[in-house]
């Protein structure tokens, strides 16, 4: 037996005695210092940045271990959904302004080491193949906006404050916030949020196309567990191709698109082992036991 299957043979002895969530262990059994990873029963991966007394800001020792972490889950089988959270009062401060900025300002090997890392792991989250949930718990400032615009849904608590606040101490919104941030709201927003730093809440950012839902703090975690077991209830497949079709078409022009649909659509017939569309198909049109406007044809 591997020593992957060994761990994986523990983790399932765990949940069968009560333990609803494991920790999650490298192959190498890599303790994290920046990142608590854990993958529950169902097959969420629940990881947080985990520097609280920091508010989360992203050091490059973050960057790092966030960038061993993610493709360790994106090819683990047992990893369904992704869910990107914070430790305490915040999602993230954005990056950290001493051990990012300050100590690697006449270092620029380190700065290019962690502006790197940062960007290596920002990539694995915006094209991961599984199904990627930011649940924003409290502050998101900052740098923070990359990580936020790369999970494919966002979900809020109200109370959560987010800004750019660059502008207040002599920067701008770099490391691909200005991009990502004005792809996400209006030309108007951007350039008032940005311009002013001002601050705004979770109501606010879904009003704004920051997330997409935001429910009190109390039932953030139950909600995200809702709409976790949504995603899972459709074929992991089927899920795959929708994001990267959604987010390919995005520079295309219509004929490309067209074409780029078509070819998607056919390779998605060969990729979709659970033969989902024939399913679907037979169970609305000749057992007449499915709705597919309403939900999920179920999964076997
Ligand atoms: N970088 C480094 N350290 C940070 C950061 C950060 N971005 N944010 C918070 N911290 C540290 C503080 O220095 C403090 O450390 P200390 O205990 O050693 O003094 C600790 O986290 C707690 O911070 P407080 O300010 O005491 O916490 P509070 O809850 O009162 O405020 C808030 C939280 C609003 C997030 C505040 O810390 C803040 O304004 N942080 C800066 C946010 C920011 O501007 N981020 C953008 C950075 S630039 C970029 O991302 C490109």
């Known amino acids: 037996m591997s020593e992957r299957e060994d761990k994986s043979k523990q983790s399932m002895a765990s949940a069968a005695t009560g333990q609803d969530r494991k920790k999650f262990e490298m192959s ?42 993610l493709p360790e889950l994106e090819t683990d089988p047992d990893v369904k959904v992704m869910v990107l959270t914070g430790e305490g009062v915040s999602w993230s401060a954005g990056m950290d302004l001493k051990e990012y ?19 290596h792991w920002a990539q694995y989250l915006m094209l991961s193949s599984k199904p990627t ?12 906006f990359t990580p936020l615009a790369a999970c494919d849904i966002a ?3 109200e109370e959560a404050t987010y ?15 200005s991009k990502v941030f004005s792809d996400l709201v209006s030309h108007r927003d951007a350039m008032f949020y ?51 079709a959604i987010k390919a078409v995005q520079g295309m022009d219509m004929n490309l698109a067209y074409e780029y649909l078509q070819a998607k659509q056919g390779a998605l017939r060969n990729a979709d082992k659970e ?26």
């Open 28 to 69: 190498d059994a890599k303790e994290y210092s920046c990142v608590k990873v854990e993958i529950d029963d169902e097959g969420i991966a629940w990881v947080s940045f985990n520097r609280p007394e920091k508010r989360n800001a992203m050091s490059p020792a973050l960057h790092y271990e966030m960038e061993e972490v």
């Open 101 to 119: 900025f300050r100590e690697t300002d006449n270092n620029p090997a380190a700065r290019f080491k962690s502006y790197w890392s940062h960007r």
């Open 133 to 144: 949930i930011a649940m924003v718990n409290g502050f998101c400032f900052g740098g923070a």
């Open 155 to 157: 979900i809020t608590a």
């Open 163 to 177: 800004g750019l606040s660059e502008i207040n101490w002599g920067i701008l919104p770099g490391g691909n916030v």
């Open 194 to 244: 940005a311009m002013t730093g001002r601050t705004f809440d979770g109501t606010k950012a879904v009003e704004m196309g920051i997330a997409n839902l935001a429910v009190p703090g109390d039932k953030l975690r139950d909600e995200t567990i809702a709409l976790a077991r949504e995603l899972m209830e459709k074929s992991p497949a089927v899920l795959a191709f929708t994001k990267q």
């Open 275 to 300: 033969g989902t569309r024939q399913k679907g198909m037979s169970e609305f049109l000749d057992n007449k036991s499915y709705r597919p406007g309403l939900g999920a044809v179920k999964r076997d």
